[in-house]
C-alpha cells in the first residue's frame, strides 16, 4: 500500500490518529484498538512495520503533509480528529495538526502529546544522526525502550539503522516556524524521564490559544505502554463532541 498513511474506516464518530516514537511503528497502539470505546487509528510511517519495504522519510513536513491530505479526504465536517504522539511522535502530531488546521480548515479537536518538550525548545539529547552506525545503536539503545529480543539481536539491530537515522533526522532538523494551533493540547510527562524536562514539557502551553493540561505519569521515557495512558485518553476525549 504505498503511500496509505492509514487504514480507512467507517462511521462518524471521533478517530484518534496516533504516531510512535522513534523506531517504532504501528503495532505500539494495537492494544488500544481493542481497548479503547473510540476508533484509534494508527499512522502507517514508512520504513517500519507493514511500510517496511519504502524508505524512511527524513522531514516532518514530508510526513504531515500527505498525511493531513489523506486525513482531510476521509474526514467529514461533522467527524472529529484528535492526534497522539509520544516521544518523536508528538513532534510528528503537532506537525499534523498545524497543516490540517492551517491549509484544510480542520483544526483537531485535540492535540495529545507524550514524552516530548515543545518542539520550539532546545531538545536534551544530542545530535545522532551523523554518527557512524554503532554508535548511532548504543545512543537509541541508552535512551531504554528497546524490547530485550531486538537489543541482542544484531541482525536486526543492523535493519534498523537506516530507520532510526531517518527519524533523527525528523526530529534533529526540525525548524520551528511560529505556528500556534487553536486546539487545546494535553501533555504527557513520565516522572522518571531523563529526556524530556519538566520545563520543556510546560513550553507546550505556548502553541495553544486553548487551555494545556500537563499529567505527570509513572514511568520513563517509555511509560506509553501503560494501559493508563490510553485511559486518560479516552476519558479526556469523551467530553468533545465533532465540530
Not at 203 to 224: C, K, N, Q
Request: aromatic share 6%.
Amino acid at each position: 500500500m504505498m503511500g496509505g498513511w492509514f487504514d480507512s474506516h467507517d462511521g462518524e464518530e471521533l478517530r484518534l490518529y496516533c504516531f510512535p516514537y522513534v523506531g517504532g511503528n504501528e503495532s505500539l497502539f494495537h492494544e488500544w484498538t481493542l481497548r479503547m470505546r473510540l476508533q484509534v487509528v494508527p499512522v502507517l510511517l514508512p520504513g517500519r512495520g507493514r511500510r517496511a519495504d519504502e524508505p524512511a522519510l527524513t522531514s516532518a513536513d514530508d510526513i504531515a503533509v500527505p498525511l493531513a491530505r489523506q486525513i482531510a479526504a476521509h474526514s467529514g465536517r461533522k467527524q472529529g480528529i484528535a492526534l497522539f504522539g509520544h516521544s518523536m511522535g508528538a513532534l510528528l502530531a503537532y506537525v499534523t495538526a498545524v497543516v490540517l488546521e492551517r491549509d484544510h480548515g480542520l483544526p483537531p479537536v485535540r492535540l495529545f502529546v507524550s514524552a516530548a518538550g515543545a518542539p520550539h525548545r532546545p531538545p536534551r539529547l544530542k545530535p545522532v544522526r551523523m554518527l557512524p552506525d554503532d554508535e548511532l545503536l548504543d545512543e537509541v539503545l541508552a535512551v531504554g525502550g528497546t524490547p530485550d529480543a531486538v537489543r541482542h539481536d544484531a541482525e536486526a539491530l543492523r535493519h534498523a539503522v537506516p530507520t532510526l537515522r531517518a527519524d533523527a533526522t525528523v526530529v534533529e532538523t526540525y525548524r520551528h516556524e511560529g505556528y500556534v494551533l487553536s486546539c487545546p493540547v494535553t501533555v504527557f510527562l513520565g516522572r522518571d524521564d531523563s529526556v524530556v524536562s519538566v520545563d520543556s514539557a510546560r513550553r507546550w502551553s505556548e502553541l495553544t490559544t486553548r487551555p494545556a493540561v500537563i499529567h505527570t505519569l509513572p514511568g520513563d521515557h517509555f511509560f506509553v505502554r501503560d494501559p493508563l495512558v490510553s485511559d486518560m485518553v479516552q476519558m479526556e476525549l469523551k467530553g468533545n463532541k465533532p465540530r
